[in-house]
Every structure is written in C-alpha cells, then in structure tokens.
C-alpha cells in the first residue's frame, strides 16, 4: 500500500464524518429534510463509530508494528489512545445531538448547520488525538475551536450567548497565538514540529535551550486555557453559563478530553526529556485547580456555573494523571495513562448526564439553570431525581458510582508514582466537591417545587439520560470490563524508537 | 560594513516603533497605519532571510487584506477617539510591573542564547516557491487540506451568526 | 568606486531613475492620449491650443497643477492627509520594477551588463499582487483623514471593491502560472517561447478575469465607483487639490500602465515579437536584433502594452457605469466562481495532455 493509500485507509472515520458534515450542511437547505438533520447527524457519528472500531476488529488487537501506525509522514499516529479518544469523541457528540434535538426547537433556532458544525468539531478532536506533530495537533485543535466559539454563540438572541462567544472566542483566538508562539520556538530550538523526532533529539543529549523552555510554557499556557485549568479558566464559568446548554455538555467533555490527549502526546512524548522541568509547572496548575474550582464551585447558585467550576476542579484531577506520566518506570507510566484515560471517558458520561438533567428544566420561558429549580424534583419525577442524584454522587467520587472508580485509579497512580501529596490534596478536595454536589441533591429531596411547568422530557433527553445512567451504575459496579478495554488500548501504543 | 546587518536593524527597529505607537496611539485609524507599518516591517526581515514568498504572503494577506478590513470597520463605526481603559492607575502600575517582569525573564532566557549562533531551522534559500509547494502539497498536505476545512466552517460561522434573524 | 558597488548600487539605481522618467512621461502623454481617443469616439475637439495638435497640453496640466493652492481642509487629520496620496503613488511605482520590459539579452554599458528588467524574483507575480494589495490604502486614508462625508463615502466604497476584486485579480494568474511552471515575471514570457504559444489562447477566460478585475482594482470606468461625480462629487479626492490631487492622478494613471504591462507579459508574450519561431517573419525585427537582441523587443512591448492601454480607453468610451451592488454582484457572483472554475479547468486539461 502507498503512503498516501495507507494514510487515506487510516483516515478513514475523519473523512467518513467531514463528508457527513457537508451532507447535513446540503440537506439543511431543503426545508424537506430539515426535522430529520438531527436524527441523521447522530446516525452519521454513529457510522463513524462503527469504522473506528472496525480498526481493532479488522486488524486484531496487537497486530500493528510500532512504525506501522504512523500515516501520513509521521503527522498522525492510529494507535490505541487515538482510537479509544476517537470512540469517547464521537459517543460524547452522539448523546450531545440526543438531548440537542428537542432543545433547539425550545430555544427557538435553527438548526440546519448546528449538526454540522457539531461533525467538523469531531473531526478536528479526532485529527488531535491521532496528532503527532505540533502542526496537526495545531490544525485540529483549531478546527475543533472555531466550531465551538460558532455553537456557543449559537443563539444570537440571547446576550449572554453572545458575551460568551465573544470572551470565549476573544482568549480562545489569543491562546491560539500563545500555542503558535510556542511552536515556533520550539521549532526554533529543535529544527523539528515531530513529537516522536523531538523525544529522539532529547535522548541524543541535546543541551536545554532556554528557548526550548520558554516554548514549553507558551504550550502549557495554551493548553492549559483549552482544559480550562487555573490560572488560564477565566473564560469557562462565563462560556459555559452563556452556551446552549447542549454545546456547554458537548464542551465539557469531548473538547476537554481532546485536548488532554494533546497534552499527553506532547508532554508524555515529546517533552518526556525535559519532565523535571514540566513536572512542577503541571504540579502547580493541578492544585491550583483543584482548590480554587472546588471552592469557587460551592459559591455558585447558577447550575452551569456551578458545573463550570466542577470541571475545572476535574481538569485539575486528570493533570494528575499526566504529571504521574512523567515517571521513568514503563509500569507507572502506563497506570498515568489508563488514570487519565479511564477517567475522562467516566467523565464525559456523568458530565454528559448532568447537563441533559440541566436541559431537562429549560422549558417554555424558564432558563432552569438555577440550583434551586431543581427544587421538588423527586415529588414530581422520582426517576429523574434518581438520575440526577446517581450523576451528583457520581462527579463527588461516591464508591458504586464510575465516578469512584475514576478517582480511585487516579488516586492508585499518584500514590504508585509517589505523588503522595497530590493524592491527599485530591482527596481533600472531594470532600468539598461533595458540599456542593449534595447541595442539590438536598434540593431535589428536600425541597417543595418552585414552579408547576412541564418538564421537557423528549425520547433523545430520556435515551441520552438512560445512556448515562447505565454507564455510571454498571462500571460503577462491574469495572473489570471498561478498565481491560483501556489497558488494551494501551498496550495498543505504539512508541517509536 | 554588513548591509544585511544594518536592514535588519532598520526593520526591525521600524517595526518596534510600529508596534509602540500601534497601541499608544488614541485614533483607532492611526493605530492601524501603524499595524500596518509593523506588518511591511517584518515582511522587509523575511526578505532579508531569503524567503521571498513569506514576504510577499505576509505583505498580501496581512498588510493588503485584513488590516483593510480593520479600517473598513473602523470607517464604518467611526470609532474617532477610543476611551480610556477605565483600569485605574493600581491597574496601569501592575500590569506595567509584570510586562517589566516579562522582558526581564524574555531578556534573560534569550540572552543565554549565544548571538550569532545559527538557528537550527534550515533556511530556504533560492527557488523557495518550489520548496514551498512541494511541502505544502506533499509532506504537509493533511495540515494543508484540515486548514480548507477549518476555512469553510468559519464561513459557515459567519454566515450563521450573521444571517438576518427568521 | 569598487566594481561591487557599481553592480549592486549604482546600476540599479540608474535603471530605476530610467524607468521612472520614461513612466512619469507615459502618464502625462496618457491624459493626452485619452483625451484624444475619447473626443475620436465622441465626434468632439480634443485639446489642440497648446502646441501643435495639443501636444505641449500635458506640461500645461502639469505647471498648473504645481501652481494651484495646497489647500487641507481645516478639519482634515493633516498627517494622514499628505501622507495618503504619497502611498498611494509607491505601490504604484514599486510594481514597475517587477516589468521585464524586453528581453532575450543584455546591454553593454562601459562594461557592466545592465539587463532591460530592474528585478526579477523567484517570485514575481506573487510580488505584484501583494504590491498591489496596497494601493488601496492611500485612497481610504485619503478619504477618512479629509473628514468630509463624499471622501468618505468613495474611501468605505473602494474599500469594499478593491478588497472583493482582489481575489479574482489574483485567482486568474493562477492558470498562467500552472502553465509557465513559474512565477518570476521573466521566466513566464520564456515559457511562451518555449511553448510557441502566447497564454491568451489557452487562458482566454484568465485574461477576461484578470483584465475586468483589473480595470476594478485600478478604479477606472465603469468600475469607477470609489470617484463617481454623480454621486460623490469626485469620491476620496473631493478634497484634495494641487500636487497632491496630481499624485492621486499619477498614481492612477500608472496603475492603469502596470496592469496593461502585467498583461501583456502574462498573456501576451511580453517582449516577443509575433510567431518568434518562425524565421520568415524576422523582418519583424526591423533589424534592431543586429545592434542588439534586446532592441526589437522594447518595440514590441509598448506596442502591446499602449493596445491593452487602447482597451482601457475604449471600455471608457463606451460602457455607462455600473451601480455598486450590480459591481459587487459581479465580483462575487462571477468572477470569484468563473476564475476558480478556471484553474480547475487548467488544472484538469494539463492532467489529460500529461497523460
């Protein structure tokens, strides 16, 4: 096979779903099809599911050779990290398009390129987790950032939509220059943008340019602004809060976990010969995280501001997962790994599940963003509140929920690592991620109802919810099968000498 | 006497003016002259490191076209006089304080950097056209071919948010 | 003097104050000769009092113009005011040195080779349409540092035209240089040698494109929105007067001569005389080649340039002005798709011939 074949071959679910997108971008023009656009976008992600899963089922499990999975000259990598990202993508867009169906209509838009735009951001992700060169983590990181600045302005009636598209886009687009800038120093030092080619230049003993340093800062800085981590989150309570509710889920998970796996090519590949420096940087933005999302959080009366802060404080966790990767040791390095990847697919479902419930209250007039409509929720839908009470426990790390499993795999980690100390700050600040996750649990129980609207539950909501719902209880409570599926994933990871 | 030398301070100077009075400037079209200045600046270096396409690219797109969509908004709102940033002067002195912490830590890391020492990154040289291309369309295509993407959805995006309300 | 010096400074700069002299006087015989065409096609008078058959009428223009009052409006931003005509006039000159006025040799002088061209870059083409790209500035500060509403109003209005008719300007080159193989301005009328074809043939469509956005980018009629008297008084330059509404003219006027130059090297065959393979039409020559191989293809190269120059002006004499949506319809609608649609048909016919 040709390179370009080979390439083409492994491009295989970006092309499927970039050609997907125009196809909803063209049917959207014809009044006809409008209602089925939805529909048709969630079938199309769940296509491109089925080809990225085709890829282990074609090829067997440890088939590839390590030099094999590069496509592309070296740009991109399909290892198992990219194709379990690359699933985690798309099942977070699929439940994203099941509770965005009904929302839409509520909101009052149109939703022709609302689809389409949703399929290019994949796209973009999946270009990011394959990246193995600064340049197409770059394009991808892009692709997938202009989409989200379009969707979270997407309702042009509202202000707070447009304030939050404009702060969002405004430091997305100076965070975009930071990265570049970054780049191109390092590329500067190095004379190469390959993160494989970086590693090896390092172990050829190269000295340590100041210019190399310098550029790994700029990096950290701006990826540290896509995962919204302190000191670079001020964006994320505002964009959050201003979004559709639908993008804010969509936002939260997939893009977060997109640029983790950006941040763990670079650091835990390219940057792995320079870890004492990056060690402490990451250390710091990681408490800093933790502490300032989780008490920031338990001042919030507003639930998507509230949840805002929650994911910076989760941000905060998963870096722990990168910092433990900074270890020699192969074996501890590839417990960093399955943390960090366990956790953010745990988290994108409890997350994805909050923010349904959150879609759930925008009815008719009411924004039902306020921790208090949560109010009476179990006098007037005992099965949501069930569902809502399971995700709350779920974010706090409660055990018999996924999220338990998530911290405790990453607690495991830190402690294997000797990371100690992070693993107690982490701990601490469950508890008082707890205060506020509970708050509304208490709402829900023990409060009268605020109004008497209806709630919109629609068959998307209620199969986005029961999605959600199944995933927290069952790896809440059987584990064994998603963690042997991350740990292949991992053995899957080709590393090239 | 080195003329590269000499240009190369000429331009650059130039464009560190440029820069200055860019964001010292009160009249939002004098700022953009001056952008403009800074970006024509920095084509001129390009030229002097032998990558004639980048001066020219940089010259067409940055200097010829969206600093002209700059002024175009900026015509068209009449934004004569910008106001203050009402920061205070706590404001002022602090983030004067950290973009002096700034240089000084840029002045330093950059100082280590022997002067004179040749950059790793390969020069184009002559016939950088051809060079261009063939890594644009070659060793870069997938970049190349994401970028048109990303291109057409903000197209989309403006259409979208600019499209008359229904 | 040291021989490097010589080389590098001073021929250059005796070609560049060669060049400039021979414009400066194209331009102002250019008003002259529009005039006369004009009047031909409108059964009129053309200038005749000054001198014989008017032709000492544009040093008249010009002395006048020098005498007339500076006057800047009082309101006006004076930085800006003078500045803008004087930017406008640089890109405008600038571009000249990209021309390869003739070709096939060199001259001899006191031993130096001295080439018909200033410059020719790897990359010219792509030189001129970044230039280019900058005219556009002096006519928006122009009209905004007037402070006065008709300026303005011509300024936002050329903005938008020239901004739109860029891209077409620089999507029809593309064809060219997909055929040449290259983009120095030098290489491209070789490459037409080469091929015994002049690029008008195969890039017909390229040539309308380029020359229609040409004549939009260079503001003149019928595309002369950013001036047009009946709406705008006279567009950005209302307010100007004296030497500095001369060099706006200046600045328009060689536009006009360095799009007609870039088509007649781009489509057709720059210096060559016609059919330059075949050896029965040497006689076109007129014998020059003998003194040099360079003479006989000044001749044809202003031949060339003054009959697109001639279309110009026939484009004036005959069509009525467009209105700004229908122009901007145009730009969008029509040449933006018809100059991509172009290369991709290059691109297509290129892939069968290679096959």
């Known amino acids: 096979m040709s390179d370009l074949a080979q390439g083409l071959y492994f491009l295989r679910p970006e092309l499927l779903l970039s050609f997907y997108g125009f196809f909803l971008l063209l049917l959207s023009t014809l009044p006809v099809f409008r209602r089925w656009v939805g529909g048709l976008a969630a079938l199309g992600c769940l296509l491109t599911l089925g080809v990225v899963l085709s890829f282990p089922y074609q090829q067997g499990m440890n088939v590839f050779q390590a030099s094999d999975l590069f496509f592309f000259g070296n740009l991109m990598i399909l290892d198992g990290m990219a194709l379990f990202f690359k699933g985690a993508f798309l099942l977070a867009a699929i439940l994203s398009i099941l509770i965005s169906l009904r929302y839409l209509d509520t909101e009052g838009v149109q939703s022709g390129e609302y689809y389409s735009l949703i399929c290019f951001a994949v796209v973009g992700m999946m270009i990011m987790a394959s990246g193995t060169d600064l340049l197409s983590i770059f394009v991808g990181l892009e692709l997938m950032a202009i989409c989200f600045y379009i969707l979270v302005g997407y309702l042009r009636g509202n202000r707070k939509s447009n304030e939050a598209a404009m702060k969002y886009f405004l430091l997305g687009a100076f965070s975009t220059g930071v990265f570049v800038y970054g780049a191109s120093l390092i590329y500067s030092a190095k004379g190469t943008t390959n993160l494989y080619q970086l590693a090896a230049r390092f172990e050829q003993g190269d000295p340590h340019s100041p210019l190399l340093i310098l550029g790994m800062i700029l990096l950290t800085v701006s990826l540290g602004f896509k995962v919204a981590a302190v000191p670079f989150h001020m964006w994320a309570p505002d964009a959050y809060e201003g979004a559709p509710t639908a993008v804010t889920a969509f936002l939260s998970t997939a893009s977060k976990a997109a640029a983790f796996v950006a941040f763990v090519r670079i650091y835990a590949v390219g940057f792995l010969g320079m870890r004492d420096q990056w060690l402490p940087l990451l250390a710091v933005l990681s408490v800093a995280s933790m502490t300032l999302g989780n008490t920031s959080a338990l001042l919030q009366d507003n639930m998507k501001r509230m949840l805002a802060y929650s994911s910076i404080a989760h941000a905060g966790y998963v870096l722990i997962g990168i910092i433990v990767m900074s270890r020699p040791e192969v074996d501890t390095m590839q417990t960093g790994m399955l943390s960090l990847m366990l956790y953010l697919m745990i988290y994108t479902f409890i997350n994805l599940g909050a923010f349904s419930m959150v879609v759930m209250l925008r009815r008719e007039n009411l924004a039902g963003d306020r921790v208090v409509d949560f109010s009476g929720l179990h006098q007037r839908s005992p099965m949501a509140a069930f569902a809502m009470l399971v995700f709350m426990l779920s974010l706090a790390g409660i055990p018999a929920t996924a999220g338990f499993i998530g911290k405790y795999y990453l607690f495991a980690a830190a402690m294997k690592a000797h990371f100690a100390w992070l693993a107690v700050v982490m701990v601490l600040n469950s508890v008082v991620s707890a205060f506020y996750y509970l708050r509304v649990v208490w709402h829900m129980y023990q409060k009268p109802p605020v109004d008497s609207v209806r709630y919109a539950v629609s068959p998307g909501l209620v199969a986005a919810v029961g999605i959600c719902l199944a995933f927290n209880l069952l790896v809440g409570i059987f584990p064994e099968t998603l963690i042997e599926l991350t740990r292949r994933s991992i053995l899957m990871l080709g590393r090239a000498g | 006497m080195d003329w590269g030398l000499v240009l190369f301070y000429f331009f650059a100077a130039l464009a560190v003016v440029g820069g200055v009075m860019m964001i010292t400037r009160k009249n939002a079209v004098h700022s953009a002259v001056y952008l403009v200045l800074t970006f024509v600046s920095v084509a001129g270096i390009y030229i002097l490191l032998g990558a004639d396409f980048l001066f020219a690219v940089q010259v067409l797109v940055y200097a010829g076209g969206i600093v002209v969509l700059f002024l175009f908004v900026i015509m068209l709102v009449n934004l004569e006089e910008s106001r203050r940033l009402s920061g205070g002067k706590l404001h002022l002195a602090a983030s004067a304080v950290l973009t002096c912490l700034l240089f000084g830590m840029l002045a330093t890391l950059f100082g280590r950097v022997a002067v004179g020492q040749p950059s790793v990154a390969a020069p184009l040289g002559e016939g950088n056209l051809q060079l261009m291309g063939i890594a644009l369309f070659r060793d870069y295509m997938l970049p190349f071919e994401v970028v048109s993407l990303l291109l057409l959805v903000a197209m989309i995006g403006a259409i979208v948010l600019g499209r008359p309300r229904a | ?355």
């Open chain 3, 1 to 355: 003097m040291s021989d490097a010096l010589i080389r590098n400074f001073i021929i250059p700069l005796v070609q560049v104050l060669v060049v400039l002299g021979v414009a400066a006087g194209a331009v102002a015989y250019m008003t002259l000769v529009e005039r006369k065409i004009l009047a031909f096609m409108q059964l009129r008078l053309s200038p005749r009092r000054v001198g014989p058959h008017g032709l000492l009428q544009p040093i008249a223009d010009g002395i006048k113009l020098l005498l007339k009052e500076d006057i800047t409006p009082a309101r006006a931003d004076r930085a800006l005011f003078t500045l803008a005509p004087i930017i406008t006039v640089i890109p405008a000159f600038t571009a000249l040195a990209l021309i390869p006025f003739s070709g096939g040799g060199s001259f001899n002088i006191f031993g130096y080779p001295v080439s018909p061209w200033i410059a020719d870059v790897n990359v010219g083409v792509v030189f001129l349409l970044a230039i280019s790209s900058l005219g556009v500035y002096g006519i928006m500060l122009g009209g905004w540092a007037s402070n006065s509403k008709y300026p303005l109003l011509g300024s936002l209005r050329s903005a938008a035209q020239m901004v739109s008719y860029e891209v077409p300007f620089g999507f029809s080159i593309i064809g060219v240089l997909m055929l040449s193989g290259t983009a120095s301005m030098v290489g491209i009328v070789e490459a037409q040698q080469k091929a015994h074809l002049w690029y008008f043939v195969p890039q017909i469509l390229g040539l309308f494109i380029f020359f229609v956005s040409g004549v939009a980018e260079t503001n003149r009629l019928p595309f002369d929105l950013p001036e047009a008297e009946a709406e705008l008084v006279a567009g950005f330059h209302t307010e100007y007067s004296g030497m500095k509404f001369a060099l706006y003219m200046l600045a328009e006027y060689t536009s006009m001569i360095v799009v007609a130059c870039i088509v007649t090297t781009l489509f057709f065959g720059g210096w060559l005389r016609p059919f330059p393979s075949v050896s029965a039409l040497a006689w076109l020559n007129f014998g020059l080649d003998k003194l040099n191989p360079a003479l006989p293809g000044f001749f044809w190269f202003f031949l060339k340039t003054f009959l697109v120059l001639f279309v110009y002006l026939w484009l004036r004499g005959t069509f009525p002005r467009y209105r700004y949506d229908q122009l901007m319809k145009l730009g969008w609608y029509w040449m933006i798709p018809l100059a991509i649609a172009n290369v991709i048909l290059t691109g297509g016919v290129l892939l069968l011939l290679r096959r």
